[in-house]
């Protein structure tokens, strides 16, 4: 079945330092990827969807400036948390489709900012 | 606009109980429908899906049906195991290129 890798699984750093997320799908082109955004004990937040070779879709009340997605390729996504502060600390997910695979999902990344 | 509404938790169960966790779905379409599970610290896993009216999603003992005069796909499993503890998540989406909404997700719990 599809795969999609996310990495790193966890990552701590400090107030005001950037953080870079990958998502990669292993045996499959994904032409379309997502990112989300899961607060504790609450549902996913969808933040944009990014098309292979095209600037992300981001979605209302999410900083563009801040919350930078590139999708270079068709195997390679990354979300990169600009100037991160605590109340970015949440847990990431990627989700990657194409090829007829939809929607398959990474393992999620936990950040804390301190 | 196009919502997901599932049952708020937790769903607290014995083991070998049954489980029904209610989802229904507004849309001005035909969405496919699918439940995500999430296990504590991991990402989603799809559990099921359907992608027509009256289909009938099925995976490891869980089963769903879409609905289309209810909007509705709730999830059933007629007899839990301490394993399934988790959140499991209702979604809708279109094609592949297509965002999913989820609902709010709704936490089990299965004691032995």
């Known amino acids: 079945g599809a795969v999609v890798s996310q990495h790193p699984s966890w990552v701590i750093c400090k107030s005001g330092t950037s953080v870079k997320i990958e998502c990669r799908s292993l045996?499959?082109?994904?032409?379309?990827m997502f990112w989300y955004r899961q607060f504790p004990k609450q549902s996913l937040m969808l933040m944009a969807t990014?098309?292979?070779?095209?600037?992300?879709?981001?979605e209302q009340g999410v900083e563009k400036d801040k919350f930078l997605i590139n999708h270079a390729s068709l195997t390679l996504s990354t979300l990169t948390v600009t100037s991160a502060h605590p109340e970015d600390s949440s847990f990431y997910i990627c989700?990657?489709?194409?090829?007829?695979?939809?929607?398959?999902f990474g393992s999620g990344t936990r950040l804390t900012v301190v | 606009g196009n919502s997901v509404t599932q049952m708020e938790g937790p769903v607290t169960l014995s083991e070998e109980a049954f489980l029904t966790i209610n989802c229904t779905y507004t849309?001005?379409?035909?969405?496919?429908l699918f439940w995500y599970v999430q296990y504590p610290g991991e990402g989603l896993q799809l559990l099921l899906k359907?992608?027509?009216?009256?289909d009938k999603g099925s995976n490891k003992g869980f089963e769903a049906t879409y609905r289309k005069e209810t909007t509705s796909f709730h999830l059933e499993k007629g007899s839990v195991q301490v394993s399934d503890s988790a959140v499991y998540f209702c979604?809708?989406?279109?094609?592949?290129?297509?965002?999913?909404?989820f609902g709010t997700g709704t936490r089990l719990q299965v004691f032995p």
């Open positions: 989700s990657a489709s194409g090829q007829g695979h939809g929607y398959t």
């Open positions: 849309a001005t379409g035909y969405p496919s």
């Open positions: 979604a809708q989406g279109g094609d592949n290129t297509d965002k999913l909404i």
């Open positions: 359907a992608t027509k009216a009256d």
């Open positions: 990014s098309n292979e070779g095209s600037k992300a879709t981001y």
């Open positions: 045996d499959f082109q994904a032409t379309t």
